[in-house]
Protein backbone atom coordinates (compact mmCIF):
# COMPACT_ATOMS: atom_id res chain seq x y z
CA UNK A 1 0.00 0.00 0.00
CA UNK A 2 1.42 2.99 -0.46
CA UNK A 3 0.09 7.09 0.53
CA UNK A 4 0.50 10.12 -1.30
CA UNK A 5 -0.61 13.86 -1.13
CA UNK A 6 -1.82 15.61 -3.86
CA UNK A 7 -3.48 19.03 -3.60
CA UNK A 8 -3.48 18.63 0.21
CA UNK A 9 -5.48 15.69 -0.49
CA UNK A 10 -4.71 12.09 1.15
CA UNK A 11 -4.97 9.72 -1.59
CA UNK A 12 -4.65 5.87 -0.83
CA UNK A 13 -3.55 3.18 -3.35
CA UNK A 14 -4.29 -0.33 -2.40
CA UNK A 15 -2.40 -3.10 -4.42
CA UNK A 16 -2.63 -6.52 -3.20
CA UNK A 17 -0.31 -8.15 -6.22
CA UNK A 18 3.00 -7.14 -7.52
CA UNK A 19 2.67 -6.37 -11.05
CA UNK A 20 5.47 -5.01 -13.81
CA UNK A 21 5.59 -3.96 -17.14
CA UNK A 22 2.21 -3.94 -17.91
CA UNK A 23 -0.59 -2.37 -20.48
CA UNK A 24 -2.56 -0.15 -18.45
CA UNK A 25 -6.23 0.28 -19.30
CA UNK A 26 -8.91 2.85 -17.99
CA UNK A 27 -12.45 3.91 -18.88
CA UNK A 28 -14.83 6.29 -16.88
CA UNK A 29 -18.39 7.37 -17.32
CA UNK A 30 -18.35 9.43 -19.98
CA UNK A 31 -20.95 10.15 -23.10
CA UNK A 32 -22.71 6.46 -23.47
CA UNK A 33 -20.33 5.65 -20.58
CA UNK A 34 -18.72 3.89 -23.17
CA UNK A 35 -15.86 3.34 -20.67
CA UNK A 36 -17.07 1.63 -17.65
CA UNK A 37 -19.29 -0.60 -20.24
CA UNK A 38 -16.29 -1.41 -22.45
CA UNK A 39 -13.86 -2.16 -19.23
CA UNK A 40 -16.65 -4.03 -17.06
CA UNK A 41 -16.76 -6.32 -20.05
CA UNK A 42 -13.26 -6.82 -19.91
CA UNK A 43 -13.28 -7.68 -16.18
CA UNK A 44 -16.13 -10.42 -16.95
CA UNK A 45 -14.85 -12.09 -19.79
CA UNK A 46 -11.34 -12.12 -18.96
CA UNK A 47 -9.65 -13.94 -16.12
CA UNK A 48 -9.33 -10.95 -13.73
CA UNK A 49 -8.56 -10.48 -10.10
CA UNK A 50 -9.16 -7.57 -7.70
CA UNK A 51 -5.94 -6.73 -6.85
CA UNK A 52 -6.74 -3.15 -5.86
CA UNK A 53 -8.69 0.15 -5.69
CA UNK A 54 -8.67 4.27 -5.60
CA UNK A 55 -10.44 6.24 -3.22
CA UNK A 56 -9.35 10.00 -1.76
CA UNK A 57 -11.18 12.03 0.58
CA UNK A 58 -13.07 14.06 -2.21
CA UNK A 59 -14.76 10.74 -3.38
CA UNK A 60 -18.18 10.59 -2.04
CA UNK A 61 -19.19 8.28 0.13
CA UNK A 62 -21.04 6.24 -1.38
CA UNK A 63 -21.02 2.40 -2.75
CA UNK A 64 -23.28 0.13 -5.37
CA UNK A 65 -24.02 -3.21 -4.48
CA UNK A 66 -24.61 -5.87 -7.55
CA UNK A 67 -25.46 -9.26 -7.19
CA UNK A 68 -24.51 -9.16 -3.56
CA UNK A 69 -21.31 -7.58 -3.87
CA UNK A 70 -19.85 -4.27 -3.15
CA UNK A 71 -19.01 -2.32 -6.46
CA UNK A 72 -16.02 0.07 -5.63
CA UNK A 73 -16.38 3.24 -7.11
CA UNK A 74 -13.01 3.03 -8.93
CA UNK A 75 -11.60 -0.70 -8.93
CA UNK A 76 -8.15 -1.99 -10.49
CA UNK A 77 -8.21 -5.91 -12.04
CA UNK A 78 -5.38 -7.49 -13.26
CA UNK A 79 -5.21 -9.88 -16.28
CA UNK A 80 -2.33 -12.32 -15.84
CA UNK A 81 -2.09 -13.45 -19.44
CA UNK A 82 -1.79 -10.48 -21.51
CA UNK A 83 -0.40 -8.58 -18.03
CA UNK A 84 -3.72 -5.84 -18.03
CA UNK A 85 -4.81 -3.86 -15.34
CA UNK A 86 -7.89 -2.50 -15.71
CA UNK A 87 -9.35 1.04 -13.89
CA UNK A 88 -12.99 0.58 -14.01
CA UNK A 89 -15.25 3.37 -12.28
CA UNK A 90 -18.54 4.03 -11.83
CA UNK A 91 -18.18 6.84 -10.40
CA UNK A 92 -18.16 10.30 -12.76
CA UNK A 93 -14.96 12.15 -12.07
CA UNK A 94 -16.55 15.86 -12.88
CA UNK A 95 -14.06 18.26 -10.54
CA UNK A 96 -11.25 15.71 -9.77
CA UNK A 97 -10.21 15.16 -12.90
CA UNK A 98 -6.46 15.97 -12.05
CA UNK A 99 -6.39 13.93 -9.02
CA UNK A 100 -7.42 10.94 -10.98
CA UNK A 101 -4.72 11.50 -14.06
CA UNK A 102 -2.00 11.81 -11.05
CA UNK A 103 -3.02 8.25 -9.14
CA UNK A 104 -3.16 7.00 -12.73
CA UNK A 105 -0.01 8.38 -13.30
CA UNK A 106 1.33 6.98 -10.09
CA UNK A 107 -0.57 3.45 -11.21
CA UNK A 108 2.02 3.14 -14.12
CA UNK A 109 5.18 4.49 -12.71
CA UNK A 110 4.82 2.15 -9.62
CA UNK A 111 4.51 -0.99 -11.96
CA UNK A 112 6.97 0.54 -14.86
CA UNK A 113 3.72 0.52 -16.97
CA UNK A 114 4.68 -0.01 -21.19
CA UNK A 115 1.16 2.04 -22.31
CA UNK A 116 -1.86 3.65 -21.12
CA UNK A 117 -5.27 3.17 -23.02
CA UNK A 118 -8.19 5.36 -22.52
CA UNK A 119 -11.19 4.00 -23.87
CA UNK A 120 -14.23 7.02 -24.70
CA UNK A 121 -16.89 7.60 -26.24
CA UNK A 122 -18.28 10.71 -28.63
CA UNK A 123 -20.94 12.14 -30.45
CA UNK A 124 -21.96 10.22 -33.08
CA UNK A 125 -20.62 11.07 -36.68
CA UNK A 126 -21.15 7.62 -38.59
CA UNK A 127 -21.65 7.29 -41.99
CA UNK A 128 -24.06 5.15 -44.08
CA UNK A 129 -21.65 2.13 -45.19
CA UNK A 130 -24.29 -0.12 -47.25
CA UNK A 131 -27.70 1.57 -46.03
CA UNK A 132 -26.65 0.81 -42.59
CA UNK A 133 -25.13 3.70 -39.93
CA UNK A 134 -21.31 2.84 -39.45
CA UNK A 135 -19.61 2.92 -35.94
CA UNK A 136 -16.34 4.45 -36.17
CA UNK A 137 -13.35 4.49 -33.74
CA UNK A 138 -11.12 7.18 -33.73
CA UNK A 139 -7.76 8.00 -31.95
CA UNK A 140 -4.88 9.45 -30.26
CA UNK A 141 -1.65 8.23 -29.81
CA UNK A 142 1.77 8.78 -28.77
CA UNK A 143 2.81 5.35 -29.24
CA UNK A 144 4.15 6.16 -32.95
CA UNK A 145 5.96 2.25 -33.05
CA UNK A 146 2.33 0.97 -32.81
CA UNK A 147 0.50 3.43 -34.92
CA UNK A 148 0.86 1.15 -38.05
CA UNK A 149 -1.83 -1.39 -36.18
CA UNK A 150 -3.89 1.24 -34.98
CA UNK A 151 -4.83 2.63 -38.50
CA UNK A 152 -5.82 -0.45 -39.55
CA UNK A 153 -9.25 -0.62 -37.88
CA UNK A 154 -9.51 3.49 -36.34
CA UNK A 155 -9.49 6.89 -37.55
CA UNK A 156 -6.90 9.71 -36.53
CA UNK A 157 -8.47 11.89 -34.47
CA UNK A 158 -6.95 15.28 -36.47
CA UNK A 159 -9.56 17.92 -34.98
CA UNK A 160 -11.48 17.32 -31.60
CA UNK A 161 -11.67 18.46 -27.70
CA UNK A 162 -11.15 15.96 -24.99
CA UNK A 163 -12.44 16.33 -21.32
CA UNK A 164 -12.55 14.76 -18.25
CA UNK A 165 -9.40 12.10 -16.76
CA UNK A 166 -8.44 11.32 -20.05
CA UNK A 167 -7.20 14.42 -21.39
CA UNK A 168 -5.84 15.31 -17.74
CA UNK A 169 -3.74 12.33 -18.57
CA UNK A 170 -2.64 13.24 -21.98
CA UNK A 171 -1.20 16.01 -20.62
CA UNK A 172 0.77 14.77 -17.79
CA UNK A 173 1.97 11.69 -18.25
CA UNK A 174 5.41 10.74 -20.21
CA UNK A 175 4.60 7.23 -21.04
CA UNK A 176 2.98 5.85 -24.09
CA UNK A 177 -0.78 6.87 -23.77
CA UNK A 178 -3.21 5.81 -26.69
CA UNK A 179 -6.90 7.12 -26.51
CA UNK A 180 -9.63 5.13 -28.62
CA UNK A 181 -12.86 6.90 -28.81
CA UNK A 182 -16.08 5.24 -29.74
CA UNK A 183 -19.08 6.90 -32.47
CA UNK A 184 -21.82 6.62 -29.53
CA UNK A 185 -25.55 7.38 -30.54
CA UNK A 186 -26.63 9.15 -27.33
CA UNK A 187 -26.14 9.79 -24.08
CA UNK A 188 -27.82 7.50 -22.75
CA UNK A 189 -25.68 3.75 -22.05
CA UNK A 190 -24.32 2.67 -25.36
CA UNK A 191 -23.03 -1.04 -25.48
CA UNK A 192 -23.07 -1.10 -29.64
CA UNK A 193 -20.19 1.54 -28.89
CA UNK A 194 -18.52 -0.09 -26.52
CA UNK A 195 -18.66 -3.76 -28.51
CA UNK A 196 -16.66 -1.58 -31.14
CA UNK A 197 -13.84 -0.64 -28.64
CA UNK A 198 -13.42 -4.40 -27.54
CA UNK A 199 -13.53 -5.15 -31.19
CA UNK A 200 -10.61 -2.59 -32.04
CA UNK A 201 -8.64 -3.44 -28.69
CA UNK A 202 -9.06 -7.38 -29.46
CA UNK A 203 -7.37 -6.33 -32.58
CA UNK A 204 -4.58 -4.18 -31.28
CA UNK A 205 -3.67 -6.01 -27.91
CA UNK A 206 -5.00 -9.81 -29.54
CA UNK A 207 -6.49 -10.55 -25.93
CA UNK A 208 -9.25 -12.71 -27.94
CA UNK A 209 -12.34 -11.04 -27.16
CA UNK A 210 -15.66 -11.40 -28.80
CA UNK A 211 -18.07 -8.82 -28.56
CA UNK A 212 -20.69 -9.85 -29.68
CA UNK A 213 -22.80 -11.61 -26.63
CA UNK A 214 -22.07 -7.75 -25.75
CA UNK A 215 -23.99 -6.63 -28.39
CA UNK A 216 -26.28 -9.06 -27.68
CA UNK A 217 -27.03 -8.41 -24.13
CA UNK A 218 -26.73 -4.78 -24.70
CA UNK A 219 -29.77 -4.58 -23.14
CA UNK A 220 -28.98 -6.32 -19.86
CA UNK A 221 -25.62 -4.44 -19.50
CA UNK A 222 -27.26 -1.22 -20.33
CA UNK A 223 -29.48 -1.33 -17.69
CA UNK A 224 -27.29 -2.65 -14.93
CA UNK A 225 -24.79 0.11 -15.25
CA UNK A 226 -28.25 2.26 -15.42
CA UNK A 227 -29.16 1.07 -11.95
CA UNK A 228 -26.04 1.03 -10.42
CA UNK A 229 -25.62 4.64 -11.27
CA UNK A 230 -29.07 5.79 -10.36
CA UNK A 231 -28.57 4.30 -7.05
CA UNK A 232 -25.35 6.33 -7.08
CA UNK A 233 -26.74 9.29 -8.02
CA UNK A 234 -29.91 9.08 -5.35
CA UNK A 235 -27.67 8.23 -2.72
CA UNK A 236 -25.81 11.45 -3.40
CA UNK A 237 -28.97 13.56 -3.53
CA UNK A 238 -30.18 11.99 -0.42
CA UNK A 239 -27.11 13.06 1.49
CA UNK A 240 -26.86 16.45 -0.03
CA UNK A 241 -30.74 16.84 1.08
CA UNK A 242 -29.73 15.50 4.85
CA UNK A 243 -27.06 18.09 5.15
CA UNK A 244 -29.21 20.93 3.30
CA UNK A 245 -31.78 19.64 6.67
CA UNK A 246 -29.72 20.58 9.26
CA UNK A 247 -29.23 24.57 8.05
CA UNK A 248 -33.31 24.60 8.12
Not at 102 to 117: C, F, G, V
Request: hydrophobic share 40%.
Amino acid sequence: MTFSRINNTMMKLQLKKKVKNPTIIQGFPGFGLVGTIATEYLVEHLDCEQIGRYWFDELPATIAIHAGKVVDPIGIFYNKKYNLLIIHAILTTANIEWKIADLIEDLAKQTSAKEIICLEGVGSAGQLKDGKEEGNIFYFTTNKKRETVIKKFAKKLNEGIIVGATSALMLKTNKPITAFFADTKSNLPDSKAAASLITGLDKYLGLKVDAKPLIETAKKFEEKLKGILEQSSKAQDDVKTKQMSYFG
